[in-house]
C-alpha cells in the first residue's frame, strides 16, 4: 500500500515511517524540517522513501506532493505541538494545525485517499472530574494548542460527513521514547533524561504529585498501526495507557540510572498547568484490540541506552522502539 506521513521527520512520525517500511509499504514523507530531523529519515530514505519538503500551511505544496505520490492513506501528524508557542502565537498555532489539517483533508479528498489524523488527549480534555478520561467527555481546552487540534478534530469529521473521506483521529496521551528531543517540544521525561545525561538535577513545578499518562513511543505506533488495519475506524480513539504517573514517580524510575545527585529541585507552580491527565482506553482496546505494552520502568530503560548511545557513551544500541 502506497502510505504518505505528514511530519514523517518527526519524533514520532519518523518511528511510524520505520515500521510502515518494515511492513513492506510504499512510503512518502511530508515534513518542511521545522522541528522534524533530517537524520531521522536516514534510515528511511535508504530504504526508497520518497520526501517532499513542503509546509502544511501551504495549499499547494500539499496537494503537489499527494498528487504526485497518489497515497491510499495519510498519516497526518504534522503540527504545532508547543502550549507555550500557541500561548504566544495563536494565530500560527492555528494555521498550522487547523488550516494544516484542511489543506491535508483537501489533498485526501482529490486523491480518495484515507486520513489517519492525529491529535492529543490532555490537552483537548483539560481539567475534568472524570480520570481515566474516555473520548466522550467534553472538550474543554486550556490553552490554543488544545483548541486547534479539537478544531481539527471537527474538521476531520466534517469531511467524512460531507465529502466521504474515510478518516479516524488518534488522541495520544504523553509519548515518550527515543529520538525525543529534550530541547524541543518534549514533555518532561525527555528533558529530565537529557538533564540526567548533563549530571543536572531535575526541576518540579509544585508538589510533583501532578500526574500524566506516559505511553511509549513503540506502542503509540502500534496504536496508528491498528487503524490502519481496521479501516471502517471512525471518529476519536485514545491512545495511551490508562495508567497515571507523578512527576515525582518518573524522577524516582530514573533515578538508577543516574551518574550523581538526581534529588528534585523544587519550583513554584506553573499557572494553568492541568493537576491530572490520563486516557480511558477502553475504546481502542475493544474496537481495535489494540492495548499498551511497554511498561513505563522497560520503556525509560530503552529511552535512556538509546540517550547514552546518541551521546556515545556507551557502545551504540539498537533503538527498541517497536512495540511488538
Not at 495519510?74 to 492555528?94: C, E, K, M, W, Y
Not at 497515571?244 to 524522577?251: A, T
Request: hydrophobic share 40%; charged share 25%; with cysteine.
Amino acid at each position: 500500500m502506497k502510505v504518505m506521513v505528514t511530519g514523517g521527520a518527526g519524533f514520532i512520525g519518523s518511528h511510524l515511517v520505520d515500521t510502515l517500511l518494515q511492513r513492506g509499504h510504499a512510503l512518502s514523507v511530508l515534513d518542511d524540517f521545522s522541528t522534524g530531523i533530517v537524520a531521522n529519515l536516514h534510515s528511511a530514505l535508504r530504504s526508497g522513501a520518497t520526501l517532499f519538503r513542503a509546509d502544511v500551511r501551504e495549499s499547494v505544496e500539499v496537494s503537489h506532493a499527494v498528487r504526485t505520490f497518489e497515497p491510499a492513506v495519510i498519516f497526518h501528524l504534522a503540527a504545532q505541538a508547543n502550549v507555550r508557542t500557541s500561548v504566544t502565537d495563536p494565530g500560527l498555532d492555528a494555521r498550522t494545525n487547523v488550516l494544516g489539517t484542511i489543506n491535508v483533508l483537501e489533498a485526501a479528498r482529490a486523491a480518495d485517499a484515507a486520513v489517519i489524523n492525529v491529535s492529543t488527549g490532555g490537552a483537548i480534555y483539560g481539567d475534568t472530574d472524570i480520570v481515566p478520561t474516555p473520548e466522550t467527555v467534553e472538550a474543554l481546552p486550556a490553552a490554543p494548542y488544545g483548541q486547534s487540534k479539537y478544531c481539527a478534530e471537527r474538521y476531520v469529521g466534517l469531511y467524512g460527513r460531507l465529502h466521504g473521506v474515510r478518516a479516524a483521529t488518534a488522541r495520544f496521551a504523553n509519548v515518550y521514547g527515543p529520538r525525543q528531543d529534550p530541547r524541543g517540544e518534549a514533555g518532561v521525561i525527555a528533558i529530565y533524561c537529557g538533564l540526567l545525561e548533563d549530571r543536572k538535577r531535575p526541576v518540579v513545578y509544585g508538589t510533583g504529585r501532578q500526574t500524566r499518562d506516559y505511553v511509549y513511543v513503540g506502542d503509540v505506533v502500534a496504536g496508528l498501526l491498528a487503524l490502519l488495519d481496521h479501516p471502517e475506524a471512525r471518529g476519536e480513539y485514545n491512545i495511551g495507557t490508562g495508567r497515571e504517573s507523578s512527576v515525582l514517580d518518573i524522577v524516582e524510575a530514573l533515578r538508577p540510572h543516574a551518574r550523581g545527585d538526581f534529588a528534585p529541585d523544587f519550583a513554584d507552580a506553573r499557572p494553568g498547568e492541568i493537576e491530572r491527565s490520563c486516557l480511558d482506553v477502553t475504546r481502542a482496546r475493544e474496537t481495535l484490540g489494540w492495548t499498551a505494552e511497554v511498561e513505563l520502568t522497560k520503556g525509560l530503560e530503552h529511552t535512556m541506552a538509546w540517550a547514552r548511545a546518541k551521546r556515545g557513551s556507551v557502545d551504540p544500541a539498537p533503538e527498541l522502539a517497536p512495540a511488538a
